[in-house]
């Protein structure tokens, strides 16, 4: 009888924990330097959003 992959699936959890936490604190971001520039009298993009740097990590760009 197979046995289940335990630490296969624990590490896929991980790793979705990890993702989602990334997305947030992106989220985060972007959302505080929208205020920043709207209270700076800047304009946001045509997206309504900020520009980011291109220095910003996003989890696209994540080193495996």
């Known amino acids: 009888m197979a ?7 624990r590490y ?3 790793l979705a924990k990890k993702k989602k936490k990334e997305e ?6 972007n959302k ?3 205020q920043d520039s ?5 304009t946001p993009n ?3 959003g900020v520009k980011m ?3 910003a990590v996003t989890p696209d ?4």
């Open 32 to 34: 505080k330097k929208e």
């Open 53 to 55: 740097p291109d220095s």
């Open 12 to 14: 896929q959890r991980d």
């Open 24 to 29: 947030k604190m992106l989220r985060k971001l």
């Open 3 to 9: 046995r289940d992959n335990y630490s296969y699936q």
């Open 61 to 64: 760009n994540e080193n495996l």
């Open 38 to 42: 709207q209270s700076a009298g800047e």
């Open 46 to 48: 045509q997206d309504g």
